[in-house]
């Protein structure tokens, strides 16, 4: 022992001797120490692990059923060994209580537990779904749920979580939709009528002069298509000299 | 002429009842022995007929929205139609009742494609007749909107 820490600080000596400042020696030989470490602790290969994937949040209303879904990716053929579980934190709660598990083909769900004849399993695990249908949902069962699926030999991965929110109001009444947008549409199609008939009235009460000298000829040939010029003829004179047309109501 | 005319008419009222049906009768989808949506969900037991009102969800609020848009228009066009019939200078078009016979038949087909889209897949729930109705009404009313938009006064 007593040697190699003579060796060890030979060793430091020789190479802080090769750098006239101490302290930088001293740094830079803190930091290949580090690196060394940080190579011995990398990260296992991101291609052999598990993917799990469920919701975010989930909101569902006071005695209504919903569906927590549960996925996986995995580089590996779904094998037959594939396992789910689920896990059931309530809201302000640190504990965690395990609800479902599925394993060696059979489906074990909560018998003794807040979810007990509640819990129903929909998933379909040869296409790797894990998901499960929670019944006569209540303000208790606000909380955390975690799906947990192996795929052996593939095994490593992070179980992925999904929180419940449960509602009390009904979101939306009937029929208030329904007639906005019929409210809507109508009220489009009166305003556009309005405007084309007010559009016709004045023109009729000539309210827009057509013999304005610097009108172009396409603008009036334009008015003209629109049914603004009242069914009469129209003939576009040109001014003498220049390239402006008149337009003169016959 | 008068016989295009009187075919016409004919194609257009039989459009506007095949909207009406599909509109009014609750039986967009069929489950077992109950029929559901748009209006009402209606159950048959061997005691009677049993109905409760149909989810109120947004988009069951949208597709009859637009089914109850698309029966006005259709009615609409039919009104501008016989309007335009007595109305029009030689060599006019139906403009006004292309124009709502098109509108009225792209309501349908955003209603159709909403319910088919967002209704919920349950194992043993199938389409109704309604919901068929609805799917030849819409290119039955393009069709329609299409003549008027070709058809011209003569005569």
């Known amino acids: 022992m007593i040697y190699q820490k003579r060796a060890t600080a030979h060793l430091w000596r020789t190479r802080c001797s090769l750098y006239s400042d101490a302290n930088t020696c001293i740094a830079l030989s803190i930091c290949a120490l580090l690196k060394q470490v940080s190579l011995n602790l990398q990260m296992p290969e991101q291609s052999q692990a598990i993917v799990i994937y469920t919701g975010w949040e989930r909101h569902a209303l006071v005695g209504s059923d919903i569906r927590l879904s549960c996925s996986f990716f995995s580089?590996?053929?779904?094998?037959?060994?594939?396992?789910?579980?689920?896990?059931?934190?309530?809201?302000?709660?640190?504990?965690?209580?395990?609800?479902?598990?599925?394993?060696?083909?059979?489906?074990?769900?909560?018998?003794?537990?807040?979810?007990?004849?509640?819990?129903?399993?929909?998933?379909?695990?040869?296409?790797?779904?894990?998901?499960?249908?929670?019944?006569?949902?209540?303000?208790?069962?606000?909380?955390?749920?975690?799906?947990?699926?192996?795929?052996?030999?593939?095994?490593?991965?992070?179980?992925?979580?999904?929180?419940?929110?449960?509602?009390?109001?009904?979101?939306?009444?009937?029929?208030?939709?329904?007639?906005?947008?019929?409210?809507?549409?109508?009220?489009?199609?009166?305003?556009?009528?309005?405007?084309?008939?007010?559009?016709?009235?004045?023109?009729?009460?000539?309210?827009?002069?057509?013999?304005?000298?610097?009108?172009?000829?396409?603008?009036?040939?334009?008015?003209?298509?629109?049914?603004?010029?009242?069914?009469?003829?129209?003939?576009?004179?040109?001014?003498?000299?220049?390239?402006?047309?008149?337009?003169?109501?016959? | 002429?008068?016989?295009?005319?009187?075919?016409?008419?004919?194609?257009?009222?039989?459009?506007?009842?095949?909207?009406?049906?599909?509109?009014?009768?609750?039986?967009?989808?069929?489950?077992?022995?109950?029929?559901?949506?748009?209006?009402?969900?209606?159950?048959?037991?061997?005691?009677?007929?049993?109905?409760?009102?149909?989810?109120?969800?947004?988009?069951i609020q949208a597709v009859q929205a637009l089914m109850i848009l698309a029966v006005l228009f259709c009615f609409f066009s039919l009104v501008a139609f016989l309007y335009q019939l007595f109305k029009l200078v030689k060599g006019g078009r139906f403009f006004f009742t292309a124009i709502f016979q098109i509108l009225a038949s792209l309501f349908v087909m955003c209603a159709a494609i909403i319910y088919t889209v967002m209704s919920p897949d349950d194992a043993d729930k199938a389409f109704g007749y309604a919901y068929v109705l609805a799917w030849v009404a819409f290119p039955l009313s393009l069709i329609s909107g299409l003549i008027y938009i070709v058809l011209r006064k003569k005569e």
């Not at chain 1, 074990?108 to 894990?130: A, C, I, Q, T």
């Not at chain 1, 019944?135 to 909380?143: E, Q, T």
């Not at chain 1, 939709?177 to 019929?182: L, M, Q």
């Open chain 1, 75 to 250: 580089w590996r053929w779904t094998s037959e060994d594939v396992t789910f579980s689920w896990t059931y934190r309530p809201d302000g709660s640190r504990d965690s209580i395990s609800i479902f598990h599925y394993t060696g083909g059979v489906a074990y769900v909560d018998n003794k537990g807040p979810f007990r004849d509640r819990l129903e399993f929909v998933g379909n695990p040869s296409r790797r779904d894990g998901s499960i249908l929670l019944k006569n949902l209540d303000f208790s069962d606000n909380g955390t749920f975690t799906c947990d699926a192996k795929n052996p030999p593939d095994i490593v991965g992070r179980p992925s979580s999904v929180r419940l929110l449960v509602f009390e109001k009904v979101p939306i009444q009937a029929g208030v939709i329904t007639g906005a947008i019929i409210g809507v549409v109508l009220g489009l199609l009166v305003l556009i009528v309005v405007i084309y008939y007010l559009m016709r009235f004045l023109v009729a009460r000539r309210v827009f002069s057509l013999s304005v000298r610097s009108v172009p000829g396409p603008w009036l040939g334009a008015l003209c298509q629109w049914g603004l010029c009242q069914g009469r003829e129209l003939k576009p004179e040109p001014i003498p000299g220049t390239d402006t047309c008149v337009a003169k109501l016959a």
């Open chain 2, 1 to 59: 002429m008068l016989l295009i005319l009187l075919g016409v008419l004919i194609l257009h009222l039989l459009i506007l009842i095949l909207l009406i049906v599909s509109t009014a009768v609750s039986a967009w989808s069929v489950t077992g022995g109950s029929t559901t949506d748009l209006w009402y969900s209606c159950l048959t037991n061997n005691g009677g007929y049993h109905c409760r009102p149909a989810s109120n969800e947004d988009w």
